[in-house]
């Protein structure tokens, strides 16, 4: 990559993770890259001051949906369960997301959790099998089912990663941009992205009486949830597309050649 830059060529890299430098195990790569780039574009808007020594210039650009990959053939009602949450138990970065989904199952809720031993390996153990919807990776048109098959979808913070907005997963727009409704926690910059009782509804990180208090709402309630989820996918269609926001990487792009 060196010898390319030296021989003239704009070099760009687009970063997805959440890491800062010298974070483990997501951020240690960066050494690696340091004084290499002429541009990097970061997901995570809180880890561009932190990056603003390993390339000439170091800016954040949104996550976006991609509209095609994650197309689902069936419509939002055909519901299988009422709580669906897609991804691992991250004990190293979310001491709420096992306790919390563990919790809810003992408390009776229809849980439903994508991703099986791919996701979970020996955590897998603490949720009942009767509550795991696949055991594999759920992806593409699959992933948009099972947010279509929930009536609720649910997200939790990564509260043990340092917080460079953080909390801001692209989960939130996979779950909304699939027509799910989404239960997110109030986090910081959300509202950037999606309204809170417009295109989603927030609850606070780490009280389970608040999240458990908006999902016996929301259960009950069909009407305002599916009002909410369809303005939700709209929202994010229209503003975070991936052609849009791929757009948007080569304005940046050329504006600096």
Known sequence: M???????????????????????PGGMWFEKIKGIYNLLMCETRGIVPLLKDYADEVIWISQFFDQRYHW??????????DLGF???????QSSIRLKFL????????????????????????????????????????????????A?????????????YELGVSNRIFKTVGSGGFLLTPDIAHLDEFLTSGKHCVTYSPTDYDDLTGKIDF?????????????????????NF???KITAEFLDEIKKRM
């Open 72 to 81: 689902c053939i069936e419509q939002r009602g055909e519901y299988s369960f």
């Open 241 to 243: 597309n991936i052609d």
């Open 2 to 24: 060196k010898e390319l830059r030296d021989n003239g060529i704009f070099l760009v890299q687009w970063i997805p993770d959440e890491y800062g430098p010298g974070d483990e």
């Open 151 to 163: 009536r609720i979808g649910l997200n939790f913070i990564n509260d043990k990663l340092p917080q």
């Open 86 to 92: 897609l991804g691992g138990p991250n004990p190293a």
């Open 218 to 238: 929301f259960h009950k309630n069909d009407a305002q949830r599916e009002k909410i989820a369809t303005q939700g996918r709209q929202h994010v269609l229209e």
């Open 102 to 149: 563990a919790q809810l199952i003992t408390d009776k809720y229809d849980v439903q959790v994508g991703g099986g031993s791919f996701h979970w390996g020996d955590f897998q153990k603490k949720i009942a099998n009767t509550h795991f919807f696949s055991n594999g990776m759920l992806i593409g048109g699959e992933m948009a089912k099972f947010y279509s098959r």
